[in-house]
């Protein structure tokens, strides 16, 4: 009855469509596409801030197939009418993106193994230095729990969080590397701060529990 109507509105979204990985097919959309009586597409971008949306247009508008794809072509939207920059440096609306590029040497066309190490390295270094600087969304202060970063695998996650736990920076992974994978020691660890909680009284298991990196305090905090 519902296909009978007429009435069948699909969304759908082309860029959205080339993850494969995750079941998406972007040829039934595109087929969907022009299959369509009528096509709309909406020029308001209700979430993102205008300087985002700038640096976007700046970035795929200078490409003549930015989606590799005749059939996928770049949209630009426009903020929401009370869009405004949140983020802001030292009173200045924050650039929307910016981009670090790895020092290379001769006609080297992509970064060593060595290179990569030293990224999260360099992540960390800028998100720490945003988090001491007068960097303030919505008016406050920037926090840790305001940053995301984004990694291709777990293990490039986990080496994230240890360049920032070296700048004593907390955060959270968000994966689905196993607990208990041979790399981590945070199963040892986790079972030495499980031992206090269960006896908190007995010192020699609070004293092993306050030491991991889970809690992290040094030898000199503890004495």
């Given at each position: 009855r519902i296909y009978a109507s007429g009435d069948l509105f699909v969304i759908g979204d082309p860029k959205q469509a080339i993850y494969?990985?995750?079941?998406?097919?972007?040829?039934?959309?595109?087929?969907?596409?022009?299959?369509?009586?009528?096509?709309?597409?909406?020029?308001?971008?209700?979430?993102?801030?205008?300087?985002?949306?700038?640096?976007?247009?700046?970035?795929?508008?200078?490409?003549?197939?930015?989606?590799?794809?005749?059939?996928?072509?770049f949209t630009r939207v426009s903020p929401r009418p009370e869009a405004r920059d949140a983020l802001t440096i030292a009173g200045e609306p924050a650039s929307g993106?910016?981009?670090?590029?790895?020092?290379?040497?001769?006609?080297?066309?992509?970064?060593?193994?060595?290179?990569?190490?030293?990224?999260?390295?360099?992540?960390?270094a800028q998100i720490?230095?945003?988090?001491?600087?007068?960097?303030?969304?919505?008016?406050?202060?920037?926090?840790?729990?305001?940053?995301?970063?984004?990694?291709?695998?777990?293990?490039?996650a986990f080496d994230m969080q240890q360049a920032l736990a070296a700048l004593d920076v907390r955060s959270v992974v968000l994966g689905d590397q196993s607990f208990f994978d041979e790399r981590q020691l945070d199963a040892l660890e986790?079972?030495?701060?499980?031992?206090?909680?269960?006896?908190?009284?007995r010192n020699s298991a609070l004293r092993a529990a306050l030491t991991t990196t889970l809690i992290g305090l040094t030898a000199s905090e503890l004495l």
């Open positions: 494969a990985f995750r079941g998406a097919d972007v040829f039934a959309y595109m087929q969907a596409a022009r299959d369509a009586a009528a096509r709309y597409t909406m020029a308001v971008n209700w979430r993102s801030d205008p300087s985002v949306l700038r640096a976007l247009d700046a970035v795929f508008s200078r490409a003549s197939l930015p989606f590799v794809m005749e059939s996928i072509g993106v910016e981009v670090l590029f790895a020092p290379r040497s001769g006609n080297q066309s992509v970064i060593s193994h060595k290179q990569r190490q030293r990224l999260p390295q360099a992540v960390a720490s230095r945003l988090l001491d600087s007068d960097t303030r969304i919505d008016g406050r202060p920037l926090v840790p729990g305001d940053v995301a970063v984004l990694t291709r695998t777990n293990l490039q986790l079972g030495q701060v499980l031992a206090a909680v269960l006896e908190p009284t």
